[in-house]
């Protein structure tokens, strides 16, 4: 059995680097659902539906014993469905985890948080609720930043940065300690956004997180640990293979050489 991560599009991909570099023993199938993404701007009932699609194919076709839905907007708005209801009817011995709450406890030690993510993701306001259910003083201030995640998927970066000094000139304004990447999408303008925040905000970044996360998640859990297998193989799904999938997983993933295959 397999390490599943999701995602709507690229953004995952991020999050498979980091977990493959940090735990690299283990077979992993990313799949990405770049013909359907972004997320941000769809349905709750939409997001449920194609997150749901996606972890069932892991699942059923891929054989993976936990599903790490690296997502954020997803992670929001289908988790706890999937987790209390598809999963104990349908897979009750599989786990899926999401990104957002492990993002959510790194705040903890902040006041003042920002979180800049997707229109779906701000709008479920469940950021500010996982962080206040840990610290009630914190306070917390969300921007959307629409735009961001489609320029990553394709490569945009130039052409990014006005509108990331433009999603973020409301947080900059709250004296922030710390600021979320509430996309995994993000990540990939991790740079650009440390020039406009400066060195004094801390920015809470997923592919820093979720690797240790998981890596104490699997050692508390031999149960799932013992079913996934170790040949150090790598596959890639994605619904639409654009030319930023082959340039990321031939930078990212270059040495580990992993199939590459459109479903």
Not at 35 to 51: C, D, H, I, Q
Request: proline residues 4%; hydrophobic residues 40%; aromatic residues 8%.
């Amino acid at each position: 059995m397999k390490i599943g991560i999701f995602d709507s599009g690229l953004g995952g991909l991020v999050i498979a680097k980091a977990i493959h570099k940090m735990l690299p023993a283990y077979d992993y199938v990313y799949l990405g659902d770049t013909k359907r993404m972004p997320y941000g701007n769809r349905s709750e009932e939409a997001v449920l539906e194609f997150t749901k699609e996606g972890v069932d194919y892991l699942f059923r076709k891929e054989n993976c014993a936990i599903v790490v839905i690296a997502c954020n907007t997803a992670s929001a708005k289908a988790l706890r469905k999937l987790q209390r209801e598809y999963l104990l009817k349908n897979f009750p011995d599989r786990k899926v985890l999401g990104v957002l709450i492990p993002a959510a406890e790194e705040c903890v030690k902040f006041k003042n948080v920002g979180i800049l993510a997707t229109r779906g993701t701000v709008s479920s306001n469940t950021f500010p609720k996982e962080i206040k259910k840990l610290n009630k003083e914190i306070k917390v201030f969300q921007n959307s930043a629409p735009m961001l995640a489609s320029l990553a998927e394709e490569g945009r970066n130039n052409l990014a940065v006005p509108f990331i000094e433009k999603y973020l000139k409301p947080l900059l304004n709250k004296k922030l300690d710390a600021l979320v990447l509430g996309c995994t999408h993000y990540v990939i303008f991790k740079k650009e956004i440390r020039k406009i925040v400066g060195k004094k905000i801390k920015i809470v970044s997923q592919d820093e997180i979720i690797p240790r996360k998981l890596k104490k998640y699997l050692e508390r859990h031999r149960e799932v640990t013992r079913k996934i297998s170790c040949t150090r193989d790598v596959k890639i799904l994605v619904t639409d293979k654009t030319d930023m999938v082959k340039k990321l997983t031939e930078e990212w993933f270059g040495k580990t050489k992993p199939k590459l295959v459109t479903i």
